[in-house]
């Protein structure tokens, strides 16, 4: 797995980056990018969570430095994490539903409805 890094904060930290399944494919990434990004670069995809990635472009390259966050941050995260496995358990829900063509109440169908209408509209 290799990515292409095109923007990071200034204190080194990654803010926009694409993964690909080879060198060459994030290589080609850079160089559609290079007019737009001169700094970007291809590297093999890092060990460890993004938020701990340290980018040194003169290098071209990344490192792994640990991130202390506050209480309030863990908090948040780990908010955000129950908030993105529940609606992949809600999603997963709605998919069996369909499969097995399952008659659910009205009230559950149009929540359904409503749910897949947000996702078309997100989508476009």
């Known amino acids: 797995m290799h ?16 993964e690909f399944a080879t060198k060459a494919e994030a290589d080609a990434h850079v160089a559609s990018v290079s007019a737009r990004f001169p700094g970007a670069f291809a590297t093999e995809y890092p060990a460890g969570p993004v ?3 340290k980018i040194d472009p003169l290098a071209k390259s990344i490192s ?3 991130v202390v966050l ?3 941050e863990v908090l948040r995260e780990k ?4 908030h993105r496995t529940d609606l992949n358990l809600i999603r997963a829900i709605e998919d069996v539903i369909d499969i097995m063509a399952v008659t ?3 009230v559950v169908a149009d929540l359904i409805a409503r749910r ?3 996702r078309q509209e997100i989508s476009k």
């Open 3 to 18: 990515i292409s890094v095109v923007a990071w904060t200034s204190d080194g930290r990654i803010s926009k980056y694409r």
């Open 116 to 118: 897949k209408a947000l």
């Open 64 to 66: 792994l430095e640990p």
């Open 70 to 72: 506050t209480q309030e």
């Open 51 to 53: 938020r701990e990635w």
């Open 79 to 82: 908010m955000s994490e129950l």
């Open 104 to 106: 659910v109440p009205p």
